[in-house]
Every structure is written in structure tokens, then in C-alpha cells.
T-cell receptor
């Protein structure tokens, strides 16, 4: 079975600073990879996904992630953070009916 | 509007009193799933269903039941809730088992 590790539980940044949220996964087979965002008191929304093809995927709100098969990583990045990006972010990996989520990274963007 | 709905959104109950949290989706998705979210643990899958009358255990099924009699509905049943089931619960659906999931708004359950 696959597993997901989000390397930082909290990431504080200042507004307009670059953001990187790190995600590593373990799996012996090909998987699909996702990043979800959870705003306060809301459910999860899909930010972006990697199914196949280009290893650089772009999502909503200016986020992008790069799939690195050799390092089994799927880090999320944004060049310039906005106050409204403050939320919890979850990395997820799936294979067939097995979907695993990381523990989450709380991104706080300060003015 | 395509959506997943859950009811109730908030529930406070006592140990041992049976309860049901409803989940409904209007996207004709075959796959539905229940998760619980706890601080520091992320989301853990409780049960999932790949189609009508087909359900299977996730990582933390103990103390929960589900049913899938219709494609759109996937209720979560706690026959005898205990305080360790106090959590935030999410229902989700997707077109395929390994595709992106659409989440409901969550149900915050407190068992005293």
C-alpha cells in the first residue's frame, strides 16, 4: 500500500514571498497524485492533480507542482503568496480504490 | 450545481445513542467514500463504495456502518457512538476510484 508524508506541519510566510509545501510518497507501482486545499470550516477542494504526462502540473490560484519519480516527491509551489492562500493543504496519492492523504500542512501567509 | 451534501453539519450526542450522517451527490458518481479528519492525522478513510450494493472497509472502519442502496446516497451509521469517534467527518464522491474526489462540507460530531 502507498503512503504519504508531508514534511512540514506548518509553513509561515510573508505576503508575496515564494511558497513550497513538500510531499513525499512511497509506492511500488505507478500512482496518481493530488493536492487539495481546505479553507477554514470548509471541505477539501482540488488544487491540482498528476495522472500522467508532463511532470509539471499547474493548478488553480497560481499553484503548481512537480512530479519527481526518482525522488518520489510531489512538492507544491507558488511564486508569490497571497493572504487568501492561508489554509491547510493536503497531499494525496491513489492507486485503484486506495486513496491516502498526508497529515496536512498549515500555510499561514502574514502581511 | 454539482455538489456533495452532508447532514447534519454539527451534531452533539451522548455515548451509545445511534446516529446517522447522510451524504448525497448529484453528479452520478459511482465511487463514494467516508473520511474522518483528526488533528495531526490528516484524513483517514472509514468506508468506501464502488457502486450500488458494493461497499468495503477503509483504514478505520471499527464502530461504523455504511449502506449504498441508491447511487446518489451513502449514509454513515454509528450504532453505538463512543467519545473516540468525536471528529470531523467528510463524505466524498468521484467518477472513478482513482480520480479526483469531490468533498462535502463536513460534519462535526461530538460524542460526550
Amino acid at each position: 500500500a502507498q503512503s504519504v508524508t508531508q514534511l512540514d506541519s506548518q509553513v509561515p510566510v510573508f505576503e508575496e514571498a515564494p511558497v513550497e509545501l513538500r510531499c513525499n510518497y512511497s509506492s511500488s507501482v505507478s500512482v496518481y497524485l493530488f493536492w487539495y486545499v481546505q479553507y477554514p470550516n470548509q471541505g477539501l477542494q482540488l488544487l491540482l492533480k498528476y495522472l500522467s504526462g508532463s511532470t509539471l502540473v499547474k493548478g488553480i490560484n497560481g499553484f503548481e507542482a512537480e512530479f519527481n519519480k526518482s525522488q518520489t516527491s510531489f512538492h507544491l509551489r507558488k511564486p508569490s503568496a497571497h493572504i487568501s492562500d492561508t489554509a491547510e493543504y493536503f497531499c494525496a496519492v491513489s492507486r485503484g480504490s486506495d486513496m491516502r492523504f498526508g497529515a496536512g500542512t498549515r500555510l499561514t501567509v502574514k502581511p | 450545481e454539482a455538489q456533495v451534501t452532508q447532514n447534519p453539519r454539527y451534531l452533539i450526542t451522548v455515548t451509545g445513542k445511534k446516529l446517522t450522517v447522510t451524504c448525497s451527490q448529484n453528479m452520478n458518481h459511482e465511487y463514494m467514500s467516508w473520511y474522518r479528519q483528526d488533528p495531526g492525522l490528516g484524513l483517514r478513510q472509514i468506508y468506501y463504495s464502488m457502486n450500488v450494493e458494493v461497499t468495503d472497509k477503509g483504514d478505520v472502519p471499527e464502530g461504523y456502518k455504511v449502506s449504498r442502496k441508491e447511487k446518489r446516497n451513502f449514509p454513515l451509521i454509528l450504532e453505538s457512538p463512543s467519545p473516540n469517534q468525536t471528529s470531523l467527518y467528510f463524505c466524498a464522491s468521484s467518477l472513478r476510484t482513482d480520480y479526483e474526489q469531490y468533498f462535502g462540507p463536513g460534519t462535526r460530531l461530538t460524542v460526550t
